[in-house]
Every structure is written in structure tokens, then in C-alpha cells.
């Protein structure tokens, strides 16, 4: 009888212990909530949570993505999938700049640069892909910089010479060996109607044109007289004004 009782009792331990075994079936994982707050955006959300944007959007009946609000609830899916964490990878080279003109988004910037968007935004550490801003400069990667036009040649005006106005006259030099861009003129001005000419001093900027002479008045006490104006790129024509007549051209003659 106590074997038997023995035996009962060694079987029932058994079955007890195989019970103890077997794997518990695991629970199935709920949804989570989470509460907006300032400065979240959609993508740092599921960043946090490792999933994809798209998961928690079509949980959440989002149709924008981009349009949260601090205190929404959202409801963080269950994913048995999840996106891990993306690994920082190498930057490719060589990485060019740009800079943000007004009215840009991040996506027409990757376009004209052929790249995407997101490879901008991860290397400027841009977390809301619709917040830039104009005059903001950008790190763009694996740009192909475009070659290095040819310098233009500068043009340099020739003041040297004979400048008529009606009857008025100039009869301008530039300081010799001047090598610019702002130089020194001298010379002598003849009025309207024959005046007695007069000495006058001034500069001129020999790749602007700008021009800048003073006349002496000819009476004594008398004022001087300015003319402020500008040569043409063909040393043929400076226009500008003078002071007691206004606007003014000269030609060389």
C-alpha cells in the first residue's frame, strides 16, 4: 500500500513539475499613450519608440503627418516589428553648403541638389523637416561642387581726357601710376558761356567709374561747386550731378 501511495504521489510531483516548464504563453503587448509635448514632432516620437512615422500616424488617423499639437494623446501601436534605431553612419564626401533663399523647403532643396531630404536633415541635425529658414546655411553630402567659373576681367574707366556739356569743359588727368581702384584727378573746368576755367581737384574709381570733382568758386567767398557722377563701362560718357545745374552727361571728346 505505501508503495503504491509512493508511487501516486512521485506521478502527481511529475506532472507538477513538467507544468512548471512549460513556457508561460506571453501576454499580448497593449498600445501605449503618450502625451505631446513642446517641440515634439512626429518623427522624434517614433524615433523614442522606435517605430516609423507612418505607424503611429495610421494608428492615430493622422492624414498630416506634420500637424500635431502640445497635449494631443496619441496612441503608440503595439509593433512586433519595430524600426531599430538607426546607426550613425559615415558621412559621404566631399559636402558642399547652400544657403536657404526664401520660400525653399527641404525637399526642393534635395531635388535641385539630387539627394533627399532626410540625408540633409540627419547631417544638420534638423529634427522638423518643414522648420528652415531663409539665409540658414545647409551641409548637403556627396554634392558635386560645379566648376569654378573664369574671374571676369575688370574694366578699367579712362578719365583722362576732354569732357564737354553743352559749352561747359572738362579737361581731366588721372595721377600717373596710379595703380586703382580709387585714384587721384586734377585738372581744369571751363563754364558755360566761356568762363574763366578754373583749377579742380577730385578721385575717380577706375572699376566702378565713380567720379567725384570739386570746383572752386570763382568769385572770392564764393561757394564750391560738386559734381558727383559715374563713367560708362567705355570710358565714352559721364553722367552725374552738378551742383546749380542738376543732371548732367559729358562726353569725351
Request: aromatic share 10%; with cysteine.
Amino acid at each position: 500500500m505505501r508503495k503504491i501511495m509512493f508511487m501516486a504521489g512521485a506521478l502527481v510531483l511529475a506532472v507538477v513539475l513538467l507544468g512548471a516548464l512549460q513556457p508561460a504563453p506571453a501576454a499580448a503587448a497593449g498600445p501605449a499613450y503618450y502625451i505631446v509635448r513642446p517641440g515634439d514632432t512626429l518623427f522624434s516620437i517614433a524615433y523614442r519608440h522606435g517605430m516609423s512615422t507612418w505607424a503611429i500616424a495610421n494608428a492615430n488617423r493622422l492624414w498630416n503627418p506634420n500637424y500635431i499639437y502640445v497635449g494631443q494623446v496619441l496612441v503608440i501601436p503595439y509593433n512586433p516589428y519595430p524600426v531599430p534605431h538607426p546607426v550613425p553612419q559615415p558621412v559621404p564626401y566631399p559636402v558642399c553648403g547652400v544657403r536657404v533663399n526664401y520660400g525653399d523647403t527641404l525637399t526642393a532643396i534635395a531635388a535641385r541638389l539630387r539627394t533627399d531630404a532626410w540625408t540633409i536633415a540627419r547631417l544638420n541635425g534638423i529634427y522638423n523637416m518643414n522648420w528652415i529658414y531663409a539665409g540658414q546655411w545647409l551641409r548637403v553630402p556627396n554634392c558635386q561642387p560645379g566648376p569654378v567659373p573664369p574671374p571676369v576681367p575688370t574694366v578699367r574707366r579712362n578719365i583722362s581726357g576732354n569732357w564737354s556739356s553743352g559749352g561747359s569743359m572738362f579737361q581731366l588727368a588721372e595721377a600717373i601710376g596710379c595703380p586703382g581702384p580709387s585714384c587721384g584727378v586734377a585738372g581744369t573746368y571751363i563754364p558755360n558761356f566761356g568762363g574763366a576755367a578754373v583749377q579742380v581737384s577730385g578721385t575717380v574709381n577706375v572699376q566702378t567709374g565713380a567720379v567725384s570733382i570739386t570746383i572752386p568758386g570763382t568769385m572770392p567767398g564764393a561757394p564750391p561747386s560738386y559734381f558727383n557722377g559715374v563713367i560708362s563701362a567705355d570710358s565714352r560718357t559721364m553722367t552725374g550731378q552738378l551742383t546749380g545745374v542738376g543732371a548732367i552727361t559729358f562726353t569725351k571728346q
